[in-house]
């Protein structure tokens, strides 16, 4: 991983794919690079570099690389620290170069059988395996690049989008897809193939998506797609990309940018899903009603930050819905032996569709006994809807942050939904219903006012300018939302923080508390509240500082240990996804006061599509 873009043209399309690479930073990465075949010479000229994009924009330009063909890519190491050895496109003999998301999991027996076939390996990658098993394919130019690629993959166990150009076939592209998502660009004369249609807003707007093991021939004119040994045809999709997604606009950088995005995206999300006080439930999709009728419980699974929002939805549909929830880690849930109840809808959460561990969640879950499944996510042409029963999608636009903020909010709107929705069948009244369906329609108002908090918020994150550690408090259905906030504060500061339910802390975090601990917590207006407020004077007694993020009705003077900074007072039901915002801003602020690449952060992709 992490981005592929390729090209064939009449025209020169060296800057088209570094335009493509340029566009696809926003994923996270560490190495870059570009094959290309020069007109008429036959031979592949390459560059690499360790870094950004621009240190590879700049070596090509001096190398003045050029041609009418040619693959790139950017890399986040998976196999070897990053290096220009390591760094895709990896070639074979100089003739074949092959740039590869994914994981290659029984690369190794290859690496051994290419070895003893005289093949000399010059990276720590599995992808560079790749290359010669498909330069042995070819038997010297004796079989066609496509079957030497189709041969190729059959020995491939694992993970893998590619794209392969061969010095010694300069008229074609191959790519092959499985578990990895690859999509072909349409133009007129000539063809591109890119991970994310993003890459290709400058050429096209016209994709076909592959499927689950597809096989490709582009050339300029034509496109031939294979699924098996039989020759298929796949729909092309016109995407209308937006024009203000890679534009910072007025703001430093892309997160805060989609922070203060939230209030219309969530208007986004909303519309066409909510009216006159109901949630219009068509809004999950034709099939819905009928796997609804059936559900007593719900499963969730996720990674990371859409984690955290299944958890707050597991609060949601117990006190909503009146239904039992279990909400598990993506990445563990394969590795049990589950038990599925009966009438369980499976519910899988993520912004890209395409995180590795979830799809491969869905995969075993499709092996089990679930009455439904229903993808959570903000890509509609993505592996996750494509692969489920139902879905919803989150309208957050291009989150192009590596730290999610406003797909996030998104989720948790969605969840909201779908938890009123469930609980129509399960006692909710239509009248309870209005109330949070009504409430949900000035939650972009809401969100609003609270970000009006940005600057006393920029303030009080200078006071984590020599802090290297952090707590997060809340208790009840705020937990996972210190959980959340924790997580950011980590991505993107490098500051070390851990949340905690409040009730906790005597159960041993208090050890942590001193003067050099800051301590930040969530206090809404709600049930929990006098007991939040114990525990967080257990804090100050110890002499720890806390910076509490309270609803404008509650107030903590006369305690010389505590900052707080109140936010617009908030129903209870939406509590979780207004107090996520200041939250938010902190960690933005307290990264910028600590010199960190906001963005980018260090060793972290933005959509994770390996295991």
């Given at each position: 991983?992490?981005?592929?873009?390729?090209?064939?043209?009449?025209?020169?399309?060296?800057?088209?794919?570094?335009?493509?690479?340029?566009?696809?930073?926003?994923?996270?990465?560490?190495?870059?690079?570009?094959?290309?075949?020069?007109?008429?010479?036959?031979?592949?000229?390459?560059?690499?570099?360790?870094?950004?994009?621009?240190?590879?924009?700049?070596?090509v330009n001096k190398q003045k690389l050029t041609g009418k063909?040619?693959?790139?890519?950017?890399?986040?190491?998976?196999?070897?620290?990053?290096?220009?050895?390591?760094?895709?496109?990896?070639?074979?003999?100089?003739?074949?170069?092959?740039?590869?998301?994914?994981?290659?999991?029984?690369?190794?027996?290859?690496?051994?059988?290419?070895?003893?076939?005289?093949?000399?390996?010059?990276?720590?990658?599995?992808?560079?395996?790749?290359?010669?098993?498909?330069?042995?394919?070819?038997?010297?130019?004796?079989?066609?690049?496509?079957?030497?690629?189709?041969?190729?993959?059959?020995?491939?166990?694992?993970?893998?989008?590619?794209?392969?150009?061969?010095?010694?076939?300069?008229?074609?592209?191959?790519?092959?897809?499985?578990?990895?998502?690859?999509?072909?660009?349409?133009?007129?004369?000539?063809?591109?193939?890119?991970?994310?249609?993003?890459?290709?807003?400058?050429?096209?707007?016209?994709?076909?998506?592959?499927?689950?093991?597809?096989?490709?021939?582009?050339?300029?004119?034509?496109?031939?797609?294979?699924?098996?040994?039989?020759?298929?045809?796949?729909?092309?999709?016109?995407?209308?990309?937006?024009?203000?997604?890679?534009?910072?606009?007025?703001?430093?950088?892309?997160?805060?940018?989609?922070?203060?995005?939230?209030?219309?995206?969530?208007?986004?999300?909303?519309?066409?899903?909510?009216?006159?006080?109901?949630?219009?439930?068509?809004?999950?999709?034709?099939?819905?009603?009928?796997?609804?009728?059936?559900?007593?419980?719900?499963?969730?699974?996720?990674?990371?930050?859409?984690?955290?929002?299944?958890?707050?939805?597991?609060?949601?549909l117990e006190s909503i819905a009146k239904m039992p929830c279990?909400?598990?880690?993506?990445?563990?849930?394969?590795?049990?032996?589950?038990?599925?109840?009966?009438?369980?809808?499976?519910?899988?959460?993520?912004?890209?569709?395409?995180?590795?561990?979830?799809?491969?969640?869905?995969?075993?879950?499709?092996?089990?006994?679930?009455?439904?499944?229903?993808?959570?996510?903000?890509?509609?042409?993505?592996?996750?809807?494509?692969?489920?029963?139902?879905?919803?999608?989150?309208?957050?636009?291009?989150?192009?942050?590596?730290?999610?903020?406003?797909?996030?909010?998104?989720?948790?709107?969605?969840?909201?939904?779908?938890?009123?929705?469930?609980?129509?069948?399960?006692?909710?009244?239509?009248?309870?219903?209005?109330?949070?369906?009504?409430?949900?329609?000035?939650?972009?108002?809401?969100?609003?006012?609270?970000?009006?908090?940005?600057?006393?918020?920029?303030?009080?994150?200078?006071?984590?300018?020599?802090?290297?550690?952090?707590?997060?408090?809340?208790?009840?259905?705020?937990?996972?939302?210190?959980?959340?906030?924790?997580?950011?504060?980590?991505?993107?500061?490098?500051?070390?923080?851990?949340?905690?339910?409040?009730?906790?802390?005597?159960?041993?975090?208090?050890?942590?508390?001193?003067?050099?601990?800051?301590?930040?917590?969530?206090?809404?207006?709600?049930?929990?509240?006098?007991?939040?407020?114990?525990?967080?004077s257990e804090v100050s007694a110890r002499g720890g500082k806390?910076?509490?993020?309270?609803?404008?009705?509650?107030?903590?003077?006369?305690?010389?240990?505590?900052?707080?900074?109140?936010?617009?007072?908030?129903?209870?039901?939406?509590?979780?996804?207004?107090?996520?915002?200041?939250?938010?801003?902190?960690?933005?602020?307290?990264?910028?006061?600590?010199?960190?690449?906001?963005?980018?952060?260090?060793?972290?992709?933005?959509?994770?599509?390996?295991?």
């Open positions: 991983m992490c981005g592929i873009v390729g090209a064939i043209a009449e025209r020169e399309v060296t800057q088209i794919l570094l335009e493509g690479l340029k566009r696809l930073e926003y994923r996270g990465y560490d190495s870059a690079g570009v094959a290309l075949i020069n007109d008429g010479s036959h031979k592949l000229k390459t560059a690499k570099a360790v870094g950004k994009v621009s240190a590879l924009v700049n070596k063909i040619g693959i790139a890519h950017t890399r986040w190491a998976t196999h070897g620290k990053p290096t220009n050895a390591n760094a895709h496109p990896h070639l074979s003999h100089d003739q074949i170069a092959v740039v590869h998301n994914g994981i290659i999991e029984n690369y190794e027996s290859i690496r051994k059988k290419l070895e003893a076939a005289g093949y000399k390996f010059s990276s720590q990658t599995d992808s560079e395996s790749i290359a010669h098993l498909i330069h042995l394919e070819r038997k010297g130019g004796k079989v066609p690049l496509l079957t030497a690629v189709k041969r190729t993959v059959k020995q491939l166990h694992g993970a893998y989008g590619i794209c392969v150009t061969d010095a010694l076939e300069p008229e074609n592209l191959i790519v092959a897809r499985s578990g990895s998502p690859l999509v072909i660009g349409l133009g007129i004369g000539e063809n591109f193939v890119a991970s994310d249609p993003l890459a290709l807003g400058q050429v096209t707007d016209r994709y076909i998506y592959l499927e689950e093991g597809d096989i490709a021939r582009v050339s300029l004119t034509e496109i031939e797609i294979w699924a098996g040994n039989k020759k298929v045809k796949r729909e092309a999709t016109t995407v209308q990309h937006r024009g203000d997604a890679a534009d910072k606009g007025e703001h430093k950088h892309f997160m805060l940018k989609e922070i203060f995005e939230q209030p219309q995206v969530i208007r986004d999300t909303l519309a066409g899903r909510i009216s006159e006080g109901k949630v219009l439930e068509n809004a999950f999709g034709v099939k819905a009603k009928a796997i609804f009728d059936k559900i007593k419980q719900v499963q969730i699974v996720a990674c990371g930050t859409s984690h955290h929002a299944g958890h707050v939805c597991k609060y949601w279990s909400v598990d880690i993506a990445s563990d849930y394969r590795y049990r032996d589950i038990i599925v109840q009966p009438n369980t809808l499976f519910v899988t959460v993520s912004q890209s569709g395409e995180t590795a561990d979830t799809l491969a969640a869905l995969s075993y879950a499709k092996e089990l006994n679930y009455a439904g499944y229903l993808a959570i996510c903000n890509v509609a042409t993505s592996s996750l809807v494509r692969e489920s029963d139902i879905s919803i999608l989150t309208m957050a636009g291009q989150e192009i942050g590596v730290a999610s903020t406003k797909a996030f909010t998104t989720q948790l709107t969605l969840l909201l939904i779908l938890a009123i929705t469930l609980g129509r069948r399960n006692g909710l009244k239509p009248k309870a219903e209005a109330e949070i369906v009504n409430e949900l329609a000035k939650l972009p108002e809401l969100l609003e006012a609270t970000l009006k908090l940005d600057k006393p918020i920029k303030k009080l994150s200078r006071a984590f300018s020599n802090k290297n550690h952090s707590l997060f408090l809340g208790r009840g259905i705020q937990y996972p939302i210190a959980k959340e906030g924790a997580l950011k504060l980590k991505e993107i500061s490098y500051i070390h923080a851990e949340a905690y339910p409040a009730g906790e802390l005597k159960h041993g975090p208090l050890a942590l508390v001193d003067s050099d601990m800051p301590v930040i917590a969530v206090a809404p207006n709600d049930d929990l509240l006098g007991k939040l407020r114990a525990n967080l806390l910076y509490v993020f309270a609803d404008e009705s509650v107030t903590f003077e006369g305690d010389k240990n505590c900052k707080a900074i109140h936010v617009p007072n908030t129903p209870d039901v939406l509590d979780p996804i207004v107090f996520t915002i200041p939250l938010q801003l902190l960690s933005y602020h307290v990264a910028i006061v600590k010199g960190t690449d906001v963005d980018h952060p260090r060793n972290l992709a933005k959509s994770v599509t390996v295991e």
